[in-house]
């Protein structure tokens, strides 16, 4: 079966550095999203990788590792409007995209 | 503003009630989708749509009826609902189906069924 893991919650501190992880087991890939969710609102695109390394934009980076079958999305100089639901996606083989249940992550002053 | 509306954002309903819920993309997009979302679960995709067409049928119960009447517009009818589809639906638009065609989601319609 097709699997996407990532942790449910996690809580940081504001000005601090999290790193949200996401494994993956699916039938093929065709590239890696992640999404954030503020709570009641859309989620909105956040990054989409489909080679191996890290990705920089702005105080958000995400990393990937298709051997390994692993990503993570790297958040610096936490803010508080940062506190949200962080989705992680996989597109398949058949081009359907393959979701994580999402990380809650807290920011915390 | 994600240009990806949906009405209504909340909506309560009996089992045996008739509803519709209906989302507009103004964004130029030719393919929309959706999804449910229940606490702590994944987004499940429910139905595709391309070009008015309907590409995509995730093995979903028929009490939930999806519409396409142009590009700009999805509707999904429901009736005859159980409790445990209470859930967020979630519309979303892309320009096509590439794999590099992002999805850009609207807000959402909580819907409660008692």
């Known amino acids: 079966g097709q699997n996407i893991d990532q942790p449910t919650e996690m809580t940081a501190t504001e000005g601090a550095i999290v790193q949200i992880n996401c494994t993956y087991q699916t039938s093929g890939f065709n590239g890696l999203f992640w999404y954030q969710q503020h709570a009641g609102e859309a989620p909105t695109f956040l990054s989409y990788n489909v080679l191996d390394g890290l990705e920089e934009k702005g105080r958000f980076s995400s990393f990937l590792s298709r051997s390994k079958g692993y990503s993570y999305l790297l958040l610096k100089e936490l803010q508080m409007k940062d506190s949200a639901s962080y989705l992680c996606a996989v597109m398949d083989s058949n081009y359907q995209l393959i979701w994580g249940a999402g990380t809650k992550l807290i920011i915390k002053p | 503003e994600t240009g990806v509306t949906q009405t209504p954002r909340h909506l309560v309903m009996g089992m045996t009630n008739k509803k519709s819920l209906k989302c507009e993309q103004h964004l130029g997009h030719n393919a929309m989708y959706w999804y449910k979302q229940s606490a702590k679960k994944p987004l499940e995709l429910m139905f595709v749509?391309?070009?008015?067409?309907?590409?995509e049928n995730n093995s979903v119960p028929s009490r939930f009826s999806p519409e396409c009447p142009n590009s700009s517009h999805l509707f999904l009818h429901l009736h005859t609902l159980q409790p445990e589809d209470s859930a967020l639906y979630l519309c979303?638009?892309?320009?096509?189906?590439?794999?590099?065609?992002?999805?850009?989601f609207g807000p959402g319609t909580r819907l409660t069924v008692l």
């Open positions: 979303a638009s892309s320009r096509g189906l590439a794999v590099t065609d992002t999805q850009y």
């Open positions: 749509y391309s070009l008015e067409e309907r590409v």
